[in-house]
């Protein structure tokens, strides 16, 4: 059954089946397969039971303040001030992309509108400054990766409502991976800047450096106004959400780029996103079901089990399985498929789930910028205005620094856990596992 399931689905992804209707089409003919066929308005009862959760209402929010932020203009005053401070260094702009990318993570939460939102902006500049295109639209689509692990994330929101973790918890956990993520980029971009002759630019004066500040200290004060109000306890993730698109548009407000056309191309793009992935959740959400129902993730416990009892050697399968999912399903529909497969397995490995959560967020993210199916290089196809096949050998490099932290986070699990752990304390809740 499990082999119908997904076969069916990568089939349809192949065929450009859109994710929506391809999980829906495979979650349907794997319940008739089943023998469920007779009971078919299983699927509608989990689905309505799946999207009904409060946690899932701070999706929407965050997605809202990611695009009120694009359509404002707040892109641009971020961009320019990750210009002025690092700027003039060797590869300057190619540091600039990733920066801009690590501050603007703090608002949206989401790679896409990083690709769609700051990729706009960050291409246009270095190849006016005499970039290789393709070599801007791969360290724009490799920076884009940070986006979802440095909270707030949306994908770490949907990750703890499935794995019953704290959201908080898993905020905290993406903080140091997502900035070692960032780092290893530069560190590359600076190995990369040593054989190549690239473009530079003079060094920004301490006047610039303060005015590009003062024009953008709104925007960038964004991020530690959203983080620290849920971490201060005086609100919750959804009412950050909700905080956050509130502050967008009063930015918008100051900055005078608020107005009904604005304000109704972000609902709308809210609104056209929101829905797909709550249609997804509804989706996988029956999908669980039916793999609990047929012991599917028992079964692929035994058979892990029957080949290693050692947890590093399970992790390292997992990030190569992770990987290859990674390749040719989104990261959304790939994590509801996979985490309630999974974490029975995680849990018979001693494997913290919190831990799980960042290592999983981070192999599905390295999927948009992998081949065939990698939706952010397509996005740059789009927004750089260059061919698939020179922005996709283009961004194979920029996949070292990404894997090399990969395996780092996998097998330091202090990395991921030590901030939640100090912040909020040990996750006790493991205990009930």
């Not at 959560?357 to 205005?385: C, D, F, S």
């Not at 490099?397 to 932290?405: G, M």
């Amino acid at each position: 059954m499990a082999l119908i399931l997904f076969a069916t689905f990568i089939v349809l992804i192949l065929i450009r089946v859109p994710v929506s209707m391809a999980i829906g089409a495979a979650v349907l003919l794997s319940f008739i397969a089943a023998g469920f066929s007779d009971s078919l308005y299983v699927i509608p009862l989990q689905i309505l039971e799946g999207v009904n959760k409060p946690s899932l209402a701070a999706v929407p929010f965050f997605i809202m303040a990611g695009n009120l932020m694009n359509v404002m203009g707040m892109t641009d005053r971020i961009f320019n001030f990750a210009n002025a401070l690092v700027g003039h260094f060797k590869a300057g702009l190619a540091q600039v992309n990733v920066l801009s990318s690590m501050i603007f993570a703090g608002v949206s939460g989401a790679a896409v509108a990083d690709c769609a939102g700051l990729g706009v902006i960050e291409i246009r500049a270095m190849t006016k400054r005499g970039y290789p295109r393709g070599f801007s639209a791969a360290i724009t689509v490799a920076s884009a990766v940070v986006g979802p692990l440095i909270p707030p994330s949306i994908g770490l929101v949907i990750y703890a409502f499935l794995a019953q973790q704290s959201i908080e918890r898993m905020f905290l956990a993406g903080l140091i991976p997502g900035v070692t993520v960032g780092l290893s980029l530069m560190l590359f971009n600076r190995i990369l800047a040593v054989r190549r002759d690239f473009p530079t630019q003079p060094k920004a004066t301490g006047r610039d450096v303060l005015k590009t500040a003062r024009d953008g200290f709104l925007a960038l004060v964004a991020p530690g106004i959203i983080l620290g109000s849920i971490l201060g306890g005086f609100v919750t993730a959804t009412e950050a959400g909700v905080l956050a698109c509130l502050y967008s548009i009063a930015l918008g407000s100051v900055y005078g780029t608020l107005n009904i056309k604005n304000l109704i191309q972000a609902l709308t793009d809210t609104m056209m996103m929101t829905s797909v992935i709550m249609i997804i959740i509804g989706f996988s959400i029956a999908m669980g079901w039916l793999l609990a129902i047929e012991q599917v993730p028992q079964q692929i416990g035994e058979v892990i089990f029957a080949y290693t009892d050692s947890q590093a050697v399970f992790l390292g399968i997992l990030i190569v399985f992770v990987l290859l999912v990674g390749c040719v399903v989104e990261g959304v529909p790939a994590k509801l498929m996979l985490v309630p497969m999974l974490l029975p397995v995680i849990d018979q490995f001693g494997i913290d789930r919190v831990h799980f959560g960042i290592i999983l967020q981070l192999a599905l993210l390295i999927g948009i910028a992998t081949p065939p199916m990698g939706i952010g290089l397509y996005i740059m196809v789009e927004v750089g205005k260059v061919s698939f096949e020179r922005v996709t050998m283009a961004v194979i490099p920029f996949l070292i620094p990404l894997l090399v932290v990969l395996i780092l986070i996998t097998y330091v699990p202090e990395l991921t856990l030590w901030l939640p752990n100090l912040v909020l304390g040990p996750d006790t809740s493991i205990l009930l596992q």
